[in-house]
């Protein structure tokens, strides 16, 4: 059946693929980004031209997911969702201590705040209507943490818990959320990563650049192994078979790619997960009931 979906961050890696695979399937796709008339023009018309020579449904819209009139804007222009793929983010890269609080604060929006901004504008038409799907695009990096990446593990963990006690508050509504979680993928990932201003503390941290130098390279090697899953056309896969899936059939969390063993991690702690929600009388709130 098709259905409107929602994509945020459609500038370029998870969100451009799927904005395109999700419309070739018969979906239509409203592809957000900023700077549709600037610096990401040339996107928003490469979306334009592909739905015009494939024949499919797509119509780009203008979002900033750190801001509430542009989040409220977009919305008001689509002709209602039934699934929010939110993907929208970015990572903040070095030690703690080298970012201020309002960097901190800067990347908690985006990857935390940014979701539900987008899905506090969805939800009354998909609790209107009792039906609907978000996908919240976490990571690897949300299960664990690595030095160097404290202030993305603190962004993501959030989301995580976020996205649980959504998952609780909806399904008696009758929508789903639901988390994927990706591993090192060949996108933008690396080359979109801030650093912190305050650099003058960095020479007190010369062992978390030298972890965090090795670990890139190990990523990158693995994108240069043709038989490694670093192929971003994974995750999307994913989003659709989520998307296909009926309720009662959707996983909490799935991990997308290489997953440095945390499929353990998420194997062990989901009997916990369920024990918890019944021992709190609520079972039968794990995501929305077939």
């Not at 970015?90 to 800067?106: C, I, N, Q």
């Not at 999307?236 to 499929?263: C, N, W, Y």
Request: aromatic share 8%; with cysteine; glycine share 12%.
């Amino acid at each position: 059946m098709s259905k409107k979906i929602l994509i945020t961050g459609c500038s370029s890696g998870f969100g451009l693929d799927a904005a395109k695979t999700l419309a070739q399937k018969g979906h239509h796709v409203y592809a957000t980004m900023r700077a549709v008339d600037a610096r990401n023009a040339a996107k928003a018309q490469e979306l334009r031209d592909f739905a015009a020579a494939e024949g499919v449904s797509i119509s780009v819209h203008e979002m900033d997911v750190t801001s509430d009139e542009s989040v409220q804007q977009a919305v008001r222009e689509m002709d209602g969702v039934d699934v929010l793929i939110n993907n929208a983010g970015y990572g903040y890269g070095g030690p703690v201590e080298s970012f201020t609080a309002d960097e901190f604060l800067a990347q908690l929006d985006l990857n935390i705040v940014g979701t539900a901004r987008v899905a506090n504008a969805v939800l009354p038409g998909m609790r209107a209507q009792s039906d609907g799907l978000i996908i919240q695009v976490s990571s690897t990096a949300g299960r664990a943490a690595f030095p160097g990446f404290g202030v993305y593990n603190a962004s993501k963990w959030g989301l995580e818990g976020l996205s649980e006690a959504m998952r609780y508050e909806l399904a008696p509504l009758g929508i789903d959320v639901v988390l994927v979680e990706p591993g090192p993928f060949e996108t933008s990932f690396f080359e979109n990563m801030k650093q912190g201003s305050r650099q003058e503390v960095m020479a007190a941290y010369g062992h978390v650049g030298e972890f965090f130098q090795g670990f890139e390279g190990t990523v990158r090697d693995l994108f240069a192994n043709g038989e490694a899953p670093t192929d971003a056309h994974i995750v999307v896969d994913i989003f659709s078979q989520l998307i296909e899936m009926p309720h009662g059939k959707r996983p909490m969390r799935t991990i997308a790619g290489r997953d440095f063993g945390f499929q353990a991690l998420n194997d062990a702690s989901e009997p916990i997960r369920k024990g918890g929600l019944e021992a709190l009388g609520v079972a039968e709130w794990d995501g929305p009931q077939g």
